[in-house]
Structures are given as C-alpha cells and as structure tokens.
C-alpha cells in the first residue's frame, strides 16, 4: 500500500510558517557538529527571517558556513504533527535599519499584535536602537522545503 501524501501545500506552507512563533535553526560549528538552537521569528519578503547578536555562536557558523536548516513543528500527539523543514543558504543583513524593522517585527508578533510592526522608525530606535549595531538579520534563502501534516492521515498510521 502506498503512502498517503501528508506533506503541504505552497499556501498551507506560507500560512503555517506566518502563524508559528519559534524556530529551530541548525548550524554546522566549526567541527562540523550540528549547532542547535531555538529563536522567534517572522515571515519578510517571503522568507523566514530572524535576528541574533551579531557575536553568537549561530552567527559565526553562519560566517563561515552559510548553510543552515531550520524547522517549524506544532502539535502534541501524533495525530497532531506538523512541520516545515527549509534546508538552506543564510543571508547576513547588518543593515541598522533592517536589523531595527526586523526586531519590531518580531516584538509586534510576539506581542500578539500581528505581523508588521506598528512602531515608527523613531520608536524603532528608542526600544531597540542600542542593540541594533550589535545584531545580524539572517534571511533563510530556500533550496528545499519538507512539509508534513499529520492530521491528513485521518487517525491512521
């Protein structure tokens, strides 16, 4: 019997990653070990895009390495699972006024105020301007997408 196909839609892909809050991000470290971390996150230009210090492990992997996979999973019980996985290319972005629209961003979805950032360039700068220098955006450049959703299988496995 053939596997029922579980995985994803293009739209049910985007609506999934819009709505989802943290992101697992893998790095391969200078050993070549995965390193592993969780941080929030939001959808810019399509793309899955966070922010770290510029200093982090995660960063300096990135520097070296710009390979990474990162993974959006909800849900308890097996019947419950879903995820996307996008294995791919890091874009580093130190531009200040990225870096501080991107920490508003992220501050207004886990507010639970939504998506876009409702704070004006100069409340941007009061909140987050003294961290700003120090930070990186990573854009999570695609090259593949994995999807799964278990409730597709209906409660059989």
């Not at 053939?2 to 893998?26: H, N, P, T, Y």
């Not at 972005?93 to 105020?113: M, N």
Request: hydrophobic share 40%.
């Amino acid at each position: 019997m053939a596997r029922r196909d579980i995985s994803m839609s293009a739209d049910q892909i985007g609506e999934f990653l819009a709505a989802g809050r943290k992101l697992q991000v893998a790095t391969v470290g200078a050993d070549g070990h995965p390193h592993l971390t969780t941080l929030w996150y939001v959808m810019r230009a399509g793309q899955i895009t966070f922010r770290s210090f510029s200093k982090s492990q995660r960063i300096a992997n990135l520097r070296r390495n710009p390979r990474l996979t990162v993974l959006v999973e909800a849900g308890n019980a097996y019947a419950e699972l879903r995820g996307v996985m996008v294995k791919g290319h890091a874009r580093l972005i130190e531009d200040r006024r990225t870096v501080l629209e991107v920490y508003g961003q992220i501050a207004a979805k886990h507010e639970g105020s939504g998506e876009a950032s409702p704070l004006d360039a100069n409340a941007l700068e009061m909140l987050f301007g003294r961290q700003a220098d120090k930070n990186t955006v990573v854009m999570v450049e695609p090259e593949s997408i994995a999807s799964w959703d278990h409730r597709k299988l209906g409660g059989s496995y």
